[in-house]
């Protein structure tokens, strides 16, 4: 697929690094609750390659997924990597035995949480490393200081190229841009969830990417309907279309829909070429959780 077909390109400020604008996330080949290995091992590793065939040159994954599962398959899949790929991950939580997600934050956990990705991605450096703050269950206020400057110490040291920041209030963004470089902000956005529609704006002047993740989730039943009446006059999925949205609403988005299956993976690219027409786009621009 060409790069038009994928929702145009976006160039990440200073860093000379193009993304297709849709990429995508490996958080769902990990098994049920994002932890252990995929109940198909062989499609895991068959959407990943599909992806790479379709255009796709932004994988977003994590560590802690699994834990290790997800970059083991990545590697297995990709290795060795075109070189036109770049690997997104994330760090700053660990799982339990429980498969909870816990705060990892500390200097020691820091370090070797880029150690355990880059070991299991089989690379020497990965492009981008999103320090996710986890001071709550969403974005919570507190200084982000004594994390980002451990994983500054890792980039200078050549083992992270580039650092983005996820789960972040504006305020830790403004924080953080102080500190160093922010080419990435990952945080919940999708039609009814529009708290940092400012945030956004603000980083699109500055060529700043924002991938917002679970882009469809949190609806009620009456915005799904909503949602629903679109994509059926449209003749898509409503995945689809909240996708459609998403890439209709600011040129510095880029989506990492998740799937386990080829099927559904074209489906998700199909989006990219989905034109939301003017009263499409009112209605959708009308769902917002209260």
Request: glycine content about 8%.
């Amino acid at each position: 697929m060409k790069s038009t077909e994928l929702g145009g390109t976006f160039t990440l400020s200073g860093t000379g690094i193009t993304l297709n604008r849709m990429g995508y996330g490996a958080m769902q080949l990990a098994g049920p609750h994002v932890f252990g290995p995929p109940k198909d091992h062989d499609a895991a590793v068959a959407v990943l390659r599909e992806a790479i065939n379709r255009g796709v040159n932004h994988i977003d994954t994590s560590d802690f997924y699994g834990p290790h599962v997800t970059n083991r398959i990545i590697r297995e899949a990709l290795a060795p990597y075109p070189d036109d790929l770049t690997i997104v991950t994330k760090i700053g939580a660990v799982r339990g035995d429980d498969a909870s997600w816990n705060p990892a934050m500390s200097t020691d956990e820091l370090e070797r949480a880029v150690d355990e990705n880059l070991a299991n991605l089989g690379r020497d450096t990965i492009d981008v490393v999103n320090l996710r703050i986890m001071f709550g269950e969403g974005p919570t206020e507190g200084s982000i200081e004594k994390p980002l400057n451990a994983l500054t110490r890792m980039q200078r040291d050549g083992r992270v190229r580039h650092i983005g920041l996820s789960n972040v209030t504006p305020a830790q963004v403004a924080e953080g841009r102080t500190i160093t470089d922010i080419v990435c902000v990952q945080n919940l956005y999708n039609l009814a969830h529009r708290h940092d529609d400012s945030m956004i704006d603000e980083l699109a002047a500055d060529g700043i990417a924002y991938v917002p993740f679970f882009p469809l989730g949190g609806f009620s039943p009456l915005q799904s309907n909503a949602l629903s009446g679109v994509a059926k006059e449209l003749g898509a999925s409503p995945l689809q279309v909240a996708l459609a949205w998403l890439l209709q609403r600011s040129p510095n988005i880029l989506l990492i829909p998740g799937t386990s299956s080829v099927a559904h993976l074209k489906e998700n690219l199909a989006a990219a070429s989905l034109d939301l027409p003017e009263n499409a786009c009112a209605q959708l621009d009308a769902i917002r959780s209260k």
